[in-house]
């Protein structure tokens, strides 16, 4: 039972190790999807600052159109056009990159619970070990002295053994 009960806690040892290192792994690519988010809101503010731009243009190059310059008006719709893609794909990443790190974020909560348990488990085994422990103590003692009383016992026995055997004679 002891060997079973040490080979458990080891075990539950090892599994707390591998959720740390989990826990490590996680933590890093936490790490990594908040850069790319912080990267991604830099491009997108970016990409908004370019769309004001754009519109100051609009504004000039309708002024420039009502004149004559239909031409550039329609490359410049076209343009915002592209930049309005560009901006729904990149708002479409930013959202992945969200739910991927609500999802990072949750595996470590289950892991951090999971780690407490762990610990809670290794701690009830060295407990149950400790109390083990005590009673093998307790039991060994019981039979040195049983073996002491036995030896007595056999002393007094074989004392008693000669003394018949000498007065038989």
Request: proline share 0%; charged share 40%; net charge negative.
């Amino acid at each position: 039972e002891i060997d079973q009960t040490l080979l458990s806690a080891k075990r539950s040892e090892e599994n707390a190790k591998k959720a740390m290192v989990d826990a490590a792994r996680l933590a890093d690519e936490l790490r990594s999807e908040q850069d790319h988010c912080d990267i991604q809101t830099k491009a997108k503010k970016a990409l908004e600052s370019q769309m004001m731009e754009l519109d100051t243009k609009i504004t000039d190059a309708e002024e420039f159109a009502i004149r004559g310059g239909r031409a550039v008006l329609a490359k410049m719709e076209s343009r915002i056009r592209e930049l309005e893609i560009e901006l729904g794909s990149v708002q479409s990443h930013t959202s992945e990159n969200q739910k991927g790190f609500q999802r990072t974020e949750r595996k470590n909560k289950e892991l951090a619970f999971q780690i407490d348990e762990d610990k809670k488990n290794q701690q009830r085994m060295t407990e149950l070990a400790t109390a083990l422990q005590a009673k093998i103590k307790t039991y060994k003692k019981q039979i040195e002295e049983a073996e002491e009383i036995a030896a007595l016992n056999l002393a007094k026995f074989r004392k008693a053994q000669q003394e018949l055997e000498e007065t038989e004679e």
